[in-house]
Nanobody, 127 residues
């Protein structure tokens, strides 16, 4: 089992940047592909980005492509989400998730493919 703890959320003006971190403990971090998801009030949880175990394969939701960057440091058991050019519609609770599964790009966007979740961190973008 792996435990995930997100940090780095906060309040930022539109156009600003934030960097989220997700620290993992438990079994070998490098055995897990990692994903970021978000959930806005009244909406379903949606895929943001996903990075493979080695970091060699990365997928993004179209809504964040070119603005967000996912990365990982397996030596530090941490995955990051650098968020630039933030928009009010990026406001949500952001969750990191882990899975040992090998997935296609389509599968990587599916919430049910991930086995472990953090508690979430709030990101609020003001206009």
């Amino acid at each position: 089992q792996v435990q995930l703890v997100e940090s780095g959320g906060g309040l930022v003006q539109a156009g600003g940047s934030l960097r989220l971190s997700c620290a993992a403990s438990g079994r070998t971090f490098s055995s897990y592909a990692m994903g970021w998801f978000r959930q806005a009030p009244g909406k379903e949880r949606e895929f943001v980005a996903r990075i493979s175990r080695s970091g060699g394969m990365i997928y993004y939701a179209d809504s964040v492509k070119g603005r967000f960057t996912i990365s990982r440091d397996n030596a530090k058991n941490t995955v990051y989400l650098q968020m630039n050019s933030l928009k009010p519609e990026d406001t949500a609770v952001y969750y990191c998730a882990a899975t040992p599964r090998v997935m296609t790009a389509a599968q990587a966007m599916d919430v049910i493919r991930y086995d472990y979740w953090g508690q979430g961190t709030q990101v609020t973008v003001s206009s």
